[in-house]
């Protein structure tokens, strides 16, 4: 290992994260109504009013680590709570169960939910997040009623109080999703961290968790992770559904596996973590685009057409995974393939996401790694999240990494 590359790498990460964040302030936050504009251009123009609820609780959760790894900065609370307030005031459908939109207009009023609670995961983390900086109990309150409503709806404890039922016809078809035991791990890591007196039921849900990801999701036979399986881990290979492996979903599996199994420790610990270096290493054999660079969006385990009509294009997530995940694998094993991928997912990152010129990554990228046209930095689903906490998290593990030395 060269520690100074490793620094410079560092460095890099730092830069990034700075410019990432000034963009977002800058260009996203909404002085009239509250929250955080995420559809913004390359330039960051807001292209589109419409909020995702989604980026509400994300950017408030970001703007809380970013106080809890660095301190409290002023700018950086207020974005957190503006967007805590937001999400109060327009968010949660209070005649559903506190159920919680997918979207809403500028100014808050409701557009669309959707059956997915994913609104919720990132309303609880957020407000997780801001109770452990500020240690005022009515955020962790939040976090931990949404926490519980989020188990009851991912375990079929309750009816939906939404109204939706499951995504198919259960009479016909019935499976399992990989996102419910992941995100809820992640949720989980997150509210443990903040939230100590409550260890014991939160190692109870993600010990759930790595079960049900492990049993019913992992393939050796196929050297994959599915996305969707049968209700008993059955493969459906008739059906493309059955056969979807989303790289960059898988990656960001194994970190969150990874520190799930650091925590636990010991014998069990050890193989948790094994299954979640094999998790990310099948994801680079079936995503990593050997011609062009970069993950592949989608691939189909078996070699056969994947439906979505995305699937060779180059998202900005994925990448920002495999620079957390490999890092964390690197620092845990001292496996030097480990680091050998994070700088190669690094060197990709610079030459086709990084913008120089206006801050902040690309989202979409087509395969040969041209940003798709007109270009943007935030969508419905792009927002200030996944690219400053993986600079946030490259920072911290290549720190703990030079203190080894």
Known sequence: MDAAALEQARQWAKSELDS?????????MDREHGGVYTCLDRTGAVYSTDKSVWMQGRCAWLFSYLCSTYGVRREWLDAAESCLDFMESYCVNRAAGNRMYFQVTADGRPLRQRRYCFSEGFYAIANAEYYGVTGKAEYLERARRAYHLIRQLNNGLITDPAGFGPKVIPETRSGRSLADPMIFLNITGVLRRVDPDNAAEYDSYSAECARLIVQYHM???????????GTGGEVWKDVTAGRVVNPGHDIECSWFLMEYANMLGGTDGAALHRNAEDIFNWALDAGWDAEYGGLLYFTDCLGKP???YEHDMKLWWPHNELLIASLMAYRDTRNERYLDWFYKAMEYCKTYFCDPEYGE???YLRR???PTMPSTKGSTFKGPFHVPRSLIMADGLIGQILKTL
């Open 20 to 28: 990432c964040v000034a963009f977002w302030l800058t260009h996203g």
């Open 219 to 229: 393939k050796p036979d196929l050297r994959c992770t599915l996305e969707t399986v």
């Open 306 to 308: 994947p439906e979505a």
């Open 361 to 363: 990554w690309y989202g």
């Open 368 to 370: 040969d790694g041209k």
